[in-house]
């Protein structure tokens, strides 16, 4: 699926619509109105007051364009080929209706012809000396101008393992400045880096390894064992970051060895730089290609412009504690950072008190968290105000934070600011952020995700119709603008299934956008179960459940929990004869698979349900939770 290259209204197609003879022209979208941008058929327009609560979101329909309202509809020559008149004019009505909302901020003058690391390097002679990466374990600070040399002797060197454009690099790393090295030396060189977690097991770690087509896997000391057998396989090196180990090369001694690379291989917009893996609405996790255009326009989104929507100052310091492998983190956090010229402190894993030791050390000013952060902060005794006094703005992103939750945690941080953002892999990844984050922020609700970025669109579907909603109105919201993926790597199919003909990207969460455009997420139409933020696709589980001999049948849903959010449990069908436990069950996943993808409870059921296509009714195994288990079939929990 080729990247959206404009942006454009929402219309039904010439051959689909019954239009006027005299076509009304998209609204020009005016750069500095917020709210939605409406496009009705003159028959069906209203007034602004019917439109919205607010002079700010009158619809943008020029009158002296578009015919009077009492105007008799004229059939399009392809659709009267298709019926009678007036269905064509119930057809137009519900192609062209559609309500389009924007950011409340200007579009902005986004440098679509830099490539990524060009971007983020663009403003490299005003903080040169600045400090750009601090090593949270070691105390190691890298300067901007150490990272720029210290990445072009990264590309050297893998360029002299073989890496060109269009390649893939594996990064099998936690947080470490080494991470940001290999990512931005991979760039230079026109290649794609795609992300794993180095807790994911053998098998998980070789199926993403193998999908992605690694040239290269750069990882440290716990998962080296891990790749081998991949490696061996393929005749792929391995590159360790933290010291010297069998059959593997050392990346210090590659870095030190290589003259730094003299001028970055020449990219285009539409190169693919990231390919994280995500499960997106259902499936199997699949490679997201997001390209320089992609990536620039998403960090862009956030931090550039006269009032950035995400205010980043070259004096700030931001803690990078959200893994680097986790798209957040690497968008919102380290490219971000490093285009706004912060200073940016690398901690390894969350610790709740060596996260509090390194806010004091170096007078950390922006926080970015997960839901499981913040709740370890609210309720720690270890935690006092005084602790984290430095901090002016606290980003929570990944899972749903409740206002209880908001209010605990903003008794521990009073001087913060705390906002949530909405993103999705596959949307590049941000897709809304908290207005409070402004440099001239705005008042937001608490419990709202945000409004939608600059220079995108969004807008709130009916998922059983596809008709576009406005205000108020729950829905599947999609999102379209050039910060989206380019498609799913070697899934057609997949693609289109996620982006519609005209650009539009579904996101598989039902929402909704109030009177003051912000954005508010109330259920999820994909499977996918978020596990503190991490992905944990069913379909994955049930295919490794449904190998056990003694298991006939599986589906795997999510159950609410306080701690985590959400938790995979399945529902299994016993093979005739067997009496496998849930404490076997558990133990066979827990051997395949990362901890935060094991079953965390198993209820044997005689049936499952599945509509006539096979397709696993999940509303239907959610419902039964809810509902405390018991059913028709005697459904019931065994150890």
Not at 276 to 284: A, E, H, Q, W
């Amino acid at each position: 699926m080729p990247a959206v290259d404009t942006l454009e209204l929402v219309t039904g197609s010439p051959t689909d619509i019954a239009a006027p003879s005299v076509i009304c022209p998209p609204p020009t979208l005016p750069p500095r109105r917020g709210g939605i941008i409406t496009r009705l058929p003159p028959q069906f327009r209203h007034s602004s007051a019917q439109a919205s609560s607010g002079a700010e979101q009158s619809l943008e329909i020029p009158p002296t364009i578009c015919p009077p309202a009492d105007a008799e509809p004229i059939a399009s020559p392809a659709a009267r080929t298709m019926g009678s008149v007036a269905e064509d004019s119930t057809a137009a009505a519900a192609a062209a209706a559609s309500v389009v909302f924007r950011s409340k901020l200007p579009d902005i003058e986004i440098p679509r012809h830099l490539s990524l690391q060009a971007y983020c390097f663009e403003r490299l002679p005003e903080v040169s000396s600045r400090p750009c990466l601090i090593d949270g374990q070691t105390g190691a600070v890298h300067t901007y101008a150490e990272v720029d040399r210290l990445s072009r002797s990264a590309a050297a060197a893998l360029r002299g393992l073989g890496v060109g454009r269009g390649d893939v690099v594996m990064a099998l790393l936690r947080n470490c400045p080494e991470f940001a090295l290999v990512f931005l030396g991979a760039a230079r060189l026109g290649a794609a880096t795609t992300t794993a977690n180095p807790f994911y097991t053998p098998h998980e770690i070789h199926r993403q390894a193998a999908a992605a087509g690694a040239r290269v896997v750069v990882t440290e000391a716990c998962a080296v064992d891990k790749v081998r057998g991949f490696a061996a396989e393929r005749g792929v090196p391995v590159v360790a970051v933290d010291g010297a180990f069998d059959g593997c090369l050392e990346l210090r001694a590659l870095v030190d060895a290589a003259e730094p690379l003299a001028a970055d291989e020449e990219v285009g917009p539409d190169d693919v730089v990231a390919l994280p893996y995500s499960s997106g609405t259902t499936g199997m996790p699949k490679g997201v290609m997001l390209t320089h255009r992609s990536l620039v326009t998403s960090v862009a989104q956030q931090v550039d412009g006269e009032n950035p929507n995400l205010y980043f100052s070259k004096d700030d310091v931001v803690l990078c504690v959200l893994p680097l492998f986790h798209i957040y983190s690497l968008n919102s956090v380290l490219l971000a950072g490093l285009r706004a010229g912060c200073a940016i402190v690398i901690m390894r894993k969350f610790e709740i008190g060596a996260l509090v030791e390194l806010v004091r050390a170096h007078g950390v000013t922006v926080a970015p968290f997960v839901p499981p952060i913040v709740v370890e902060i609210a309720k720690s005794p270890r935690v006092g105000a005084a602790d984290l006094a430095s901090i002016r703005m606290v980003m929570s992103g990944a899972a749903p934070m409740g206002k209880d939750l908001q209010d605990a945690f903003m008794a521990k941080i009073p001087n913060a600011v705390l906002g949530q953002g909405y993103g999705m892999t596959e949307a590049g990844p941000v897709l809304a952020m908290c207005l409070a984050f402004a440099k001239e922020p705005f008042e937001v609700k608490s419990g709202s995700c945000g409004t939608v970025v600059r220079n995108a669109e969004l807008k709130i579907v009916d998922p059983d119709t596809s008709a576009s909603l406005g205000r108020n109105q729950p829905g599947e919201i999609c999102i379209r603008g050039e910060q989206i993926m380019k498609g799913y790597l070697n899934d057609p199919e997949a693609t289109k299934n996620t982006i519609d003909k005209d650009g539009w990207l579904h996101t598989g969460d039902i929402g909704y956008v109030d009177d003051d455009d912000e954005i508010f997420i109330v259920d999820r139409l994909k499977e996918i179960i978020k596990y503190k933020g991490f992905q944990v696709p069913p379909a994955e589980l049930e295919a490794l459940l449904i190998t056990h001999p003694e298991i006939k049948d599986a589906a795997v849903v999510s159950m609410k929990d306080e701690v985590a959010g959400e938790v995979p449990v399945a529902f299994i069908i016993r093979s005739e004869g067997s009496e496998i436990s849930e404490n076997e069950i558990k133990q066979f996943v827990a051997k395949e698979v990362v901890f935060y993808k094991r079953i965390n409870r198993v209820f044997f059921t005689d049936s499952i349900p599945k509509n006539p296509s096979g397709k696993i009714l999940r509303k239907d195994l959610r419902a039964r939770l809810a509902a405390g288990i018991p059913s028709s079939d005697n459904t019931q929990s065994k150890s």
